[in-house]
């Protein structure tokens, strides 16, 4: 079985069975992971789970997937404060994000990928890179690293 890459049909995939349940729900959070720890390209990332709210922000719907499948939606009462409430870009697959952060110098494995709207004060959306001590950002519509944060 081949896992799917993040990008915009893994994530139009996730909207086709949350929004049925949750229409005004907005995908703001992406998170991936490798079953084997850690990752070096797209293909070791093969567990995602993808955090949605309401567009009031009032709740918060994630969906797992994990081994080639979706888990079903799960709804917690709970307010989304992390970012903005904006669609996430559709614009760049985790391959490609990977193919800018290597070019950038970051060669070494990752724990996580998260894509996530962006936070109050800032412009646009971000791949946030975690490897081992420090997180790499990364615009998600240009690929230029914005920080690094070690730590």
Known sequence: MRTKIHGPELM????????PLYP????????????KGSAQSAEDV????FVFTDIDGAETITLVYSKGNFGN???????????????????????KALEYLRSAGHKEP???????????????????????????????????VIRVVEG
Do not use: C
């Not at 005004?24 to 079953?35: D, Y």
């Open 24 to 35: 005004t729900a907005v995908q703001v959070e992406n998170v991936g992971t490798s079953s």
């Open 73 to 95: 939606p799960v709804r917690d009462h709970r307010p989304w404060i992390a970012t903005q409430i904006k669609e996430l870009p559709r614009n760049m697959p985790l391959d």
């Open 110 to 144: 990752f724990q996580s990928v998260t894509l996530r709207s962006p936070f109050p004060l800032e412009k646009g959306a971000a791949y946030v890179f975690q490897m081992g001590k420090k997180a790499v950002y990364m615009d998600a519509y240009s690929g230029e």
């Open 46 to 49: 093969d567990q995602w789970t």
């Open 12 to 19: 139009a995939e996730a909207e086709k069975i949350v929004k």
